[in-house]
């Protein structure tokens, strides 16, 4: 592996933005008793984030099965899922009257479904108080199993998102409890499954990964054509950051007009929606993704 960069380059940086608008944000969650990825991955886009009044829901605990090298998520013993918290995100969803709803969870080995219910469950409370709002979903594998993939898509996102993060040839020293093959085949039967499980609903389905971990370029190239191939239409690039130094290094930081040469590479290869740039993360701007869904739905 290449040395890791010892100095931050001067585009990476989030703008500045009020204390006032993140601790009212916080003291809200906390209210709620509910948590966010923002918070539990230290997303560099956290206070920006906040300060608009969005963030990413976590459910199913804060602390995470699995050991990914690069995750600042807490790894512990798991507590039981809480029977009241997918009422709870849906009553602060409206508290905060979001019109694109992000939830995502740890991943849950131990549980005998991976907390499949529990996202539908989550979905449907949603659904219920904001009716006319759109909602994403990023989901862990869930061990590969169809039917747990199933029970979310039959509660209807309307965005279906599964990170693959890394390339192939990486998964083994970042990602040691995943599979690659196994996030694509779970992007591929999301994509074959949609007109049949989603009520006839259109849903958009989404990936995202980060850069920076020793990755060619070549791999990178190979890892799109992997994901438009398995039917993403939308997806996320990013640098990679490393949150603690326990965590796997960065071995280059990427340009900005690295990142746009990614996009264009991304889009070459089929896929139709893609933002890059080195603050991106997952469900960064996630609302205007849905957007284009909804605009390109509709223009059909």
């Known amino acids: 592996m290449n040395k890791s960069p010892s100095r931050l380059p001067s585009w990476i940086r989030s703008g500045a933005h009020s204390t006032a608008g993140i601790h009212e944000m916080k003291s809200t969650l906390r209210k709620h008793g509910l948590h966010t990825v923002c918070e539990e991955s230290k997303c560099p886009n956290a206070s920006e984030c906040f300060h608009s009044g969005t963030a990413t829901f976590l459910i ?10 690069f995750c600042a998520v807490s790894k512990d013993i798991p507590v039981t899922p809480d029977p009241g918290e997918p009422e709870r995100v849906a009553e602060l969803a409206r508290e905060l009257k979001l019109q694109h709803v992000v939830i995502t969870s740890v991943t849950r080995d131990d549980l005998p479904d991976g907390g499949s219910s529990v ?13 006319e709002s759109s909602i994403e979903v990023l989901i862990p594998d869930f061990g590969g199993s169809s039917k747990d993939l199933l029970t979310v898509m039959n509660a209807g996102p309307d965005v279906l998102n599964h990170n693959i993060e890394t390339t192939r040839e990486l998964y083994q020293q970042v990602r040691p409890q995943a599979d690659y093959r196994r996030s694509l ?48 239409e939308c997806l996320t690039i990013g640098q990679y950051l490393r949150p603690r130094i326990t965590n796997i290094p960065v071995t280059k930081y990427y340009s900005p007009e690295e990142f746009l040469e990614l996009e264009n590479e991304a889009r070459s290869a089929g896929i139709t929606h893609v933002i890059s740039a080195p603050l991106v993360r997952s469900s960064y701007k996630a609302g205007e993704m849905a957007g284009l869904k909804r605009k390109s739905t509709n223009a059909s």
């Open 119 to 131: 996202f539908a469950e989550t979905i449907l409370q949603v659904r219920r108080v904001l009716p």
């Open 185 to 232: 085949e779970l992007l591929s039967r999301s994509s074959s499954y949609k007109k049949t499980f989603t009520a006839g609903k259109y849903m958009l389905v989404k990936s995202g990964l980060m850069v920076g971990f020793g990755e060619t370029k070549a791999q990178l190239y190979a890892c799109f054509k992997d994901l438009f191939d398995s039917g993403v």
């Open 60 to 69: 199913l605990g804060d602390r995470c099965t699995r050991r990914c090298a």
